[in-house]
């Protein structure tokens, strides 16, 4: 029977694993010193290699041959493990057997002694599936653990495992694979399985599979079933990424406000009998990576195309402007979520069409409407005084005096980019090397531009994918809104400029005087 090419090519010692040697070397070092902890966390995104590390770990800490912190994978414990007829090795799916009373089972499992391995090891993966219930009953046991017992949970949502348990493990985050790393595996793995491979195909496989090498080796594994030299047109064909010329019409189209021209792109693809929803899906995708060749100066590695491609995608960036960028990303990702609740998908798509070639309606610029803002208080109109009086004279408060909201900086803001990266993609580039701060009820992004504020101004679907995102890291609701060094100061002293702030408001001719 054919077995899959990320089953065959599974590391089975810790030297295998590649793009973690950060966390392979420390692990190796424990075993090699006889000093295990007793239980360990593995976090990371799927295909980086949490399960092949934690079953050569099983392995390692149970061998009769070690070798330098690796195992030997020839003594009847390193076959056993292999193929897992071993059962002092257990390994349990948390989404299956979330319940609480699989752990109690576990836990009264957990006191005997190993039959033949010196550890009897619990390799939990999916951890964050577990319910209260089987989180407080494995808390109990990782406690005060048999000392014959090791723990491995493994998850790919961290921010879902109570702190309780994260603290009672060694944790290590397993990073997102580079693209040239997984591409060099890739050539060694064609090479010994003695089929041909195009050194920039096993590099669109890598960046296509977005850090994971169990992915890249499935989309290998896809395009080997139907032939035996693999190149890039068989990759993009393979990954459902042929055809993207009509992206490119359709984006051009929009640039020269030609709806006529876009709605004739969309004809000819209805006639050819594609997908509407899959289309938009495709524009929105096309507009990220244009967002992207915009704003980063190498953006090889966050899109995943052809080089040719890649050079096209520069060029039109090079000739957009940013605002545009942002604006048709979000007009397409409205007409997607309004696709979805009707079945009239087409005239939706249409609509999303012609306000993609419309141009966008001119605002007067926020700088101009400050300036007005502040001649109005100059002359007294904001706080109710005529232009004429006793208090025409008196001088507007400067912008000194006006005391300006103490916040902190947001410590977690990593965090929550690493969940938003999941929810809203687009945004999550946007953010890329900003700051966050804080204070009271306020949540507040330095972006350093004004695409933030426009983004969120007018985008409600990225307002709710960024307020999602930090409640989901902090358990809080805030107000969001740009971070403006004129209207808001680090803490650093907790109550200075009240008295200028009484002072303008008395210049004003605002009562001042506390009130039950």
């Known amino acids: 029977m054919y077995k899959a090419l990320y089953r065959k090519w599974r590391p089975r010692i810790f030297d295998d694993v590649v793009g973690q040697e950060h966390i392979t070397t420390t692990l190796k070092n424990e075993v090699a010193a006889g000093r295990p902890s007793h239980a360990y966390l593995f976090f990371g995104t799927r295909g980086t290699g949490k399960t092949s590390c934690s079953k050569i770990l099983a392995k390692a800490v149970n061998c009769r041959n070690p070798n330098g912190g690796n195992p ?34 576990l836990r009264e499992e957990a006191n005997f002694t190993p039959a033949v391995t010196k550890y009897r090891v619990y390799i939990i993966d999916e951890t964050h599936m577990l319910s209260t219930g089987a989180f407080n009953a494995l808390l109990k046991i990782m406690e005060e653990p ?29 990073k997102r694979i580079k693209s040239e790393t997984i591409a060099e595996r890739l050539l060694f793995i064609a090479k010994e ?14 960046r296509l599979s977005d850090g994971g090498m169990r992915d890249a080796l499935s989309l290998l594994d896809l395009c080997l079933a139907t032939t035996e030299t693999v190149d890039t047109a068989a990759v993009m064909s393979r990954a459902g990424l042929a055809g993207q010329e009509h992206l490119f019409r359709i984006a051009k189209a929009a640039e020269k406000y030609d709806a006529g021209e876009a709605l004739g792109i969309l004809g000819e693809l209805w006639a050819q009998s594609a997908d509407y929803q899959r289309l938009c899906e495709q ?3 096309f507009y990220r990576n244009l967002m992207v060749a915009k704003s980063v100066q190498k953006p090889d590695e966050l899109i995943a195309c052809l080089p040719s491609e890649l050079l096209e995608y520069k060029e039109m960036a090079s000739k957009s402007e940013m605002e545009d960028i942002l604006r048709r990303l979000t007009v397409l990702q409205d007409t997607l979520q309004r696709m979805g609740r009707t079945t009239q998908r087409r005239a ?23 300036e007005k803002l502040e001649s109005a208080v100059k002359s007294g109109i904001a706080a109710g005084v005529p232009k004429s009086g006793k208090r025409e004279s008196s001088p507007a408060p400067t912008r000194e005096e006006i005391r300006k909201t103490p916040v902190e900086i947001f410590d977690r803001w990593d965090e929550v980019l690493d969940i938003l990266k999941e929810k809203n993609t687009a945004l999550y580039g946007t953010l890329h090397n900003s700051t966050a701060y ?24 990225a307002k709710e994918s960024l307020r999602g995102a930090v409640e989901q890291a902090t358990g809080k609701k805030y107000r969001l809104g740009p971070y403006n060094p004129e209207r808001h100061e680090l803490k650093n002293d907790g109550g200075e400029k009240i008295e200028a702030i009484l002072g303008a408001a008395k210049k004003l001719g605002v009562d001042t005087k506390l009130k039950e």
């Open 72 to 105: 030997c994978c020839a003594c009847d414990i390193c076959a056993g493990i292999d193929d897992d007829s071993i059962l002092d090795i257990s390994e349990i799916d948390a989404a299956s057997n979330s319940g609480v009373d699989n752990i109690r089972d």
């Open 146 to 174: 048999p000392p014959h017992v090791l723990f491995i949970l493994a998850t790919t949502e961290i921010h879902k495992v109570p702190a309780t348990i994260l603290s009672r493990c060694q944790r290590f985050d397993f």
């Open 193 to 206: 399985e003695s089929v041909t491979l195009d050194g920039d195909a096993a590099l669109l496989i890598a």
């Open 283 to 285: 524009l929105i995708v």
């Open 348 to 370: 939706e798509l249409e609509m999303g069409l012609l306000k993609l070639c419309s141009k966008p309606k001119t605002e007067q610029p926020l700088e101009s409407r400050l």
């Open 438 to 461: 804080v204070g009271g009820e306020l949540f507040l992004v330095d972006a350093g531009d004004g695409m933030f504020s426009e983004m969120v101004r007018s985008d409600g679907y």
